[in-house]
């Protein structure tokens, strides 16, 4: 055995402190406000409150980690005896981290993936383990190492050496990154927050002025045209801003280095992370532009591996984030350079001038149609016909942009696959290219129908091995020429 | 490519299948109607959920005559050296190619149904998901079953 076995620090149930302890943090302060005979009274309901902190102890006093040559072994459970084995080769990322609690005691987390991670039982093969300072790096080297001692020494050489990163990012580079990319949610909470909070906040502060009418006297300084481009600039200034601020904490001072087996990924302002991403076990990588970004020459690298950037940090979702923002032409120097094994060409076979109908059978083209067809027969034959010029209009508008989109859509698409990387580009007013190694294609799946057949097009979903969340990409109706390809590469 | 046709029988586990669930719906849509029938409603918007639900039942009852003999006809697979090939569908039609190198494992599976026709599934799975070939003989499956764990032996002994 050459690594416990040990439950690690205790510390680990005090991860999640306001979601595992904040019942029994409120029971405190009712108890010291309101005295100790509310609670006395309602006893029934203390089992509540403790349920939670004593699963988290369960868990933590019932678990217990060790390593050997081989493998990792979890045994768990308090009347169901379990074990688990994971094979050190399975295992895809490994990541430190520390919170604020953590960074006072010196203490790290060790949270390692492995390759199960995509499929239903992607939560009972977490690893989650809490350890002081020598022994959190002691164990992330063995289980980097996959238990060859040699390489372990390798790997101990490396970390000595200092190695120089390849990629850094300053508030500055996030700071843009949130001007640059359109993140609707940001915006509209935003909004929410600031019209809901701010209204509610000024009518408390100055109970005798009616923020409604205050709000109606100023938007009544303006034409409806101009009151409307001030508040969606408004809206999106602070919808950057926030986006921003939010960025700017998670990843501050994000920095990579480049070893020649991996790439070390670390940041965090109050939480901070270290993620060692195995080359090997990256699948691929997508650049993606948002519609400000191509304007400006600018991108965002995402990477696609297990355990980096997926759901599986509880509530915490991160973008698996490779490189915030960067000029094209100089990510594709960093990316040539540090993952060597793929390309990162963009000579893409576009979508045919024959293709185009087809982008036109989608969801939304049909459902504004629905909507348009649904509007106007209510408006004209059972609600009279007062407004159909204005539900005409604004249906024709909406139908432009529809079939703009669509066409946008057309003139995105493109594809390629040679031995190394198979490639996909799609999007509309951003524009997403993927590039998935070719030997982590896992299946090749192509759906069409009987018309589109005969006129030689079909829609091909890639499978491959990566969070859930992206481990189906699509390229729309390309040729079956495009298809073979693909399918000749994979088998290859 | 000589593709393999699925077992007759599938047809009729089909058509079980989705005679349970069309049950199911009409009695659910059934009752919903009678409570919505006697509800303080405007008759305008009465007229449109019958009309939604007539056409929701009527769907399932095409689903179980007409469907499984269209489905029948589409469903195909092939294992050949290197890969296996699943091509399905009704309107639109999946062909879905899975090289042998990339199979984990394999189950077998019979549900109530498929064991009173002699029916089985095979379910190839992935690291990056799983695909099934439905309404095989007992006897096929079997033959499937050992083909390709033979092969994923053969692999990770290579390995």
């Known amino acids: ?492 | 490519m000589n593709y393999e046709k699925l077992d007759e029988k599938a047809v009729l586990s089909w058509r079980i299948r989705r005679s349970i669930s069309f049950l199911f719906i009409f009695i659910t849509v059934g009752g919903v109607l009678l409570i919505l029938n006697n509800a303080d409603l405007e008759n305008k918007y009465k007229n449109y959920i019958f009309i939604a639900a007539g056409l929701l039942l009527l769907y399932k009852l095409i689903g179980i005559i007409l469907y499984p003999i269209i489905e029948y006809q589409q469903w195909r697979y092939a294992i050949t050296e290197d890969k296996v090939e699943i091509r399905h569908g009704i309107f639109f039609i999946t062909t879905t190619v899975i090289p042998i190198i990339r199979v984990q494992h394999i189950t077998i599976s019979r549900g109530p149904i498929y064991r009173k026709l002699g029916l089985s599934a095979v379910k190839i799975f992935l690291a990056s998901g799983s695909f099934e070939i439905v309404g095989l003989s007992e006897n096929n499956a079997n033959v499937i079953s050992e083909n390709l764990k033979s092969r994923v032996m053969e692999r990770l002994n290579k390995e």
């Not at chain 1, 309901?45 to 868990?59: D, G, N």
């Not at chain 1, 299946?443 to 018309?451: A, I």
């Open chain 1, 1 to 492: 055995m050459k690594f416990g076995p040990t439950r690690g620090s205790i510390l680990l149930i005090f991860e999640h402190f306001v979601k595992d302890f904040g019942l029994v943090l409120l029971l405190l302060m009712v108890t010291i406000w309101k005295g100790p005979q509310i609670v006395l009274a309602n006893m029934q309901f203390l089992i509540l409150v403790f349920i939670k902190p004593i699963s988290v102890l369960v868990k933590y006093l019932f678990t217990k980690y060790s390593i050997d040559e081989e493998k990792m072994t979890i045994n768990s459970g308090l009347f169901v005896k379990k074990i688990m084995e994971i094979p050190l080769k399975a295992i895809t990322t490994v990541d430190l981290s520390q919170n604020l609690l953590f960074q006072i005691f010196k203490v790290y987390k060790i949270k390692a993936d492995n390759s199960s991670q995509t499929n239903d039982t992607s939560k009972q093969a977490e690893v989650v383990l809490a350890l002081k300072k020598e022994e959190a790096f002691y164990v992330k080297d063995l289980l980097e190492s996959k238990g060859d001692l040699k390489e372990q020494d390798e790997i101990k050489k490396q970390n000595e050496e200092i190695l120089q990163p390849v990629i850094t990012c300053t508030a500055s580079d996030f700071i843009l990154l949130g001007i640059l990319q359109s993140k609707l949610l940001y915006i509209i909470t935003t909004f929410s927050a600031v019209f809901g909070g701010g209204t509610y906040i000024f009518s408390i502060l100055f109970e005798d002025v009616d923020t409604s009418a205050l709000i109606e006297k100023f938007m009544n300084l303006f034409s409806p045209a101009v009151g409307i481009a001030i508040l969606l600039l408004v809206v999106y200034i602070l919808g950057a801003v926030s986006s921003a601020i939010v960025t700017v904490i998670r990843y501050f001072n994000y920095t990579v280095k480049n070893r020649n087996d991996a790439l070390i990924i670390e940041f965090g302002l109050f939480t901070k992370k270290n993620y060692t991403l195995k080359k090997q076990k990256i699948s691929g990588v997508t650049i993606k532009q948002s519609v400000l970004m191509r304007i400006f020459g600018y991108c965002s690298v995402e990477v696609f591996i297990i355990g980096y950037g997926d759901s599986s940090e509880g509530n915490n979702k991160e973008l698996s984030i490779l490189y915030p923002i960067a000029k094209l032409n100089q990510v594709n120097y960093i990316l040539n350079e540090i993952l060597p094994d793929m390309s990162f060409e963009r000579n893409y076979k576009k979508a045919e001038k024959k293709s185009l109908r087809y982008f036109f059978f989608c969801f939304r083209m049909f459902f504004v149609i629905g909507v348009i067809v649904g509007g106007i027969f209510e408006s004209m034959l059972l609600g009279g016909n007062r407004y159909i010029f204005e539900i005409l209009g604004v249906s024709f508008a909406i139908l432009m942009i529809t079939i703009i989109s669509v066409y946008l859509e057309h003139l995105n698409s493109g594809i390629y696959a040679n031995t190394k990387v198979v490639s996909i580009c799609n999007g509309i007013l951003g524009k997403e290219m993927t590039f998935i190694k070719t030997n982590k294609i896992e299946s090749v799946s192509q759906r069409t129908n009987t018309w589109k057949q005969r006129k030689g097009f079909t829609t091909i979903k890639l499978g491959f091995l990566a969070p859930i969340r992206v481990s189906n990409i699509k390229a729309r109706n390309v040729t079956f020429k495009q298809l073979e390809e693909v399918n000749h590469v994979m088998i290859l």
